[in-house]
Nanobody, 120 residues
Framework: QVQLVESGGGLVQPGGSLRLSCTASGSIFRIGGMGWYRQAPGKQRELVADITSAGSTNYVDSVKGRFSISRDNAKKAVYLQMNSLKPEDTAVYYC??????????????WGQGTQVTISS
């Protein structure tokens, strides 16, 4: 019915930058809140940042001042700009969205995940 497709992951050095993108497609009537989560091996998945349909943002303390979440409603996309990257940012990153379908069902949809590795 609906999908989220991610891109932009990769390997960067500490202090570097990376921009993740996530685009929704399918039988979409409306997209509500969107966000980015991450999960490192052996650790719980955690919320990194989210953004409401009105543009209000929220960040986990460890990324405040370094990461920025944004969205483009016309493109049905959400982005995560990551600056001043640290080794502890290494994880698989997943985008997430609350989507109302054309059948008026509300779903929480996840992207496939993209690997972000910070290493020298």
């Amino acid at each position: 019915q609906v999908q989220l497709v991610e891109s932009g992951g990769g390997l960067v050095q500490p202090g570097g930058s990376l921009r993740l993108s996530c685009t929704a497609s399918g039988s979409i009537f409306r997209i509500g809140g969107m966000g980015w989560y991450r999960q490192a091996p052996g650790k719980q998945r955690e919320l990194v940042a989210d953004i409401t349909s009105a543009g209000s943002t929220n960040y986990v303390d460890s990324v405040k001042g370094r990461f920025s979440i944004s969205r483009d409603n016309a493109k049905k996309a959400v982005y995560l700009q990551m600056n001043s990257l640290k080794p502890e940012d290494t994880a698989v990153y997943y985008c997430n969205a609350r989507i109302t379908t054309t059948r008026f069902e509300t779903l929480v949809v996840w992207g496939q995940g993209t690997q972000v590795t910070i290493s020298s």
